[in-house]
C-alpha cells in the first residue's frame, strides 16, 4: 500500500505543486482546501502524514492539528509563516512532529516526512499496550520507568505505556543514551532530529517541558532532565 499525505493549504497552486512532486515520488497524495475539507472529507481515512499549513482562514492549522493528534497516529508536520516562531512553538506544544517554514524546497519537504514516517511507523499505535520487552532488547531504566529503545516505547512501573510523541521519544532517547552529560539545545537538536539550529532557539525547551510532565514525578523540581543555566540540559538516570 502506498502512503498516504495529506496537505491542508489554502494556496491551490502549493497544494498542485506539492501533490505533483509527491505522487511523483510514489505517495498517494490528499488535497484539502482548508481544515473544514478535511473534517468532511478526510474523517475515516487512513493519513500516515499531514502537511498543515498554519495560517488559513476559517479554523487554522493549529487547531486542525489538535484534532489530528487526539484522534490518532497520523505525524503532523507544521508548515508556518518565516518570522512567526510563536507558530512554531504552539504547534510543538500541541504535539507536532516537525515544522517548516513557508516558502519551503519540495526535497526538504519530502526528507522532513520520509523522517517522520520513520518516527511515526518505529512507535506503536497511540493506546496501545504492548507485550514486555524481550530479554536482548535495548533498554534504560530511570527510576521506574523503562525506556526501550528497539521497540520505541516508554512503560511506568507496572509496564503500562507513557504515550510519547515521535518526537519526544527521539529527545528523551538522545538525552537518555548520554547520561550525566551536559548537551546544548543545538546538540540536543542535531543528535535527536538530525538538524544544526541556533542556540538561541527554543523549540527544544518547548519538547523538554512537555518531557518533564509525563516522566517527572514532580515536574516543576525535575530529578531526571535537568537544566544547566546558560550550557543546555543534563539527564541524571539515578535521579540525584
Do not use: C, W
Not at 498554519?54 to 492539528?65: R, T, Y
Request: proline share 5%.
Amino acid at each position: 500500500m502506498k502512503t498516504t499525505v495529506a496537505i491542508v493549504d489554502d494556496e491551490e497552486h502549493l497544494r498542485e505543486a506539492v501533490g505533483e512532486y509527491l505522487e511523483l515520488q510514489g505517495f498517494e497524495v490528499l488535497s484539502f482546501r482548508n481544515a473544514q475539507a478535511f473534517r468532511e472529507e478526510g474523517a475515516g481515512k487512513a493519513i500516515d502524514v499531514a502537511v498543515l499549513d498554519v495560517a488559513m482562514p476559517g479554523e487554522d492549522g493549529l487547531s486542525l492539528a489538535r484534532f489530528i493528534r487526539k484522534s490518532g497516529s497520523t505525524g503532523i508536520i507544521m508548515a508556518t509563516a518565516a518570522g512567526r516562531p510563536i507558530d512554531r512553538i504552539v504547534g510543538l506544544e500541541i504535539g507536532a512532529d516537525d515544522y517548516l517554514v513557508k516558502p519551503y524546497e519540495l526535497r526538504e519537504l519530502l526528507a522532513r516526512i520520509k523522517s517522520v514516517l520513520r518516527r511515526v511507523k518505529a512507535a506503536p499505535p497511540v493506546g496501545q499496550t504492548t507485550p514486555a520487552a524481550a530479554p536482548e532488547s535495548r533498554s534504560l531504566r530511570f527510576g521506574t520507568l523503562v525506556l526501550d529503545l528497539d521497540a520505541r516505547r516508554l512503560v511506568d512501573g507496572s509496564g503500562g505505556p507513557i504515550e510519547l510523541t515521535a518526537m519526544e521519544f527521539d529527545l528523551l532517547q538522545a538525552l537518555a543514551t548520554r547520561p550525566n552529560r551536559v548537551l546544548s539545545r543545538g546538540q540536543l537538536q542535531e543528535f535527536a532530529h538530525g538538524r544544526t539550529v541556533d542556540e538561541s532557539d527554543r523549540s527544544i525547551d518547548i519538547r523538554v517541558t512537555r518531557l518533564r510532565k509525563k516522566i517527572e514525578p514532580d515536574p516543576e523540581h525535575p530529578r531526571f532532565i535537568k537544566t544547566v543555566r546558560g550550557e543546555g540540559y543534563v539527564f541524571v538516570p539515578g535521579g540525584g
